[in-house]
């Protein structure tokens, strides 16, 4: 006995994110997937965000708050050097810290200084206690 089911053709793995793609209103702009005014770097990441989103019956069309564009090449000489003190690398067009990317570079280093800033205090204070 056969089923409906098992007659229809399965789906290529690119149609089903495609078609997920369509029904979360997510988008791809060449460098990075966005729903809601946020971006991703990986599909997996924008759906799930989509899917909680939907989840929720008091957000049933969120709106978030920001759009980022990716500018490559604006930074200026300070941003160049601040971004080598800290370790910051600019790769397909995002601001990378550690396994952290970034679409503004200004998040970038506040995280980056902020790390520093608690690894500085941690060696502090175990110098301390010897």
Do not use: W
Request: charged letters at 35%; one cysteine or more; proline letters at 3%.
């Amino acid at each position: 006995m056969s089923s409906i089911a098992s007659s229809k053709p399965a789906e290529s793995p690119s149609l089903e994110r495609e078609r997920q793609m369509r029904e979360y209103k997510v988008s791809y702009d060449g460098c990075a997937y966005e729903f809601n005014g946020y971006r991703y770097d990986r599909l997996d990441d924008a759906l799930a965000y989509a899917r909680l989103m939907r989840s929720r019956p008091q957000q049933l069309d969120p709106h978030g708050t920001h759009r980022v564009r990716c500018e490559l090449g604006a930074e200026s000489e300070t941003d160049l050097r601040r971004m080598a003190s800290l370790g910051i690398l600019l790769e397909n067009g995002r601001f990378c810290f550690e396994e952290f990317r970034y679409d503004r570079l200004a998040d970038a280093v506040n995280y980056a200084t902020l790390l520093q800033r608690r690894r500085d205090e941690g060696g502090r204070t175990a110098a301390g206690n010897d």
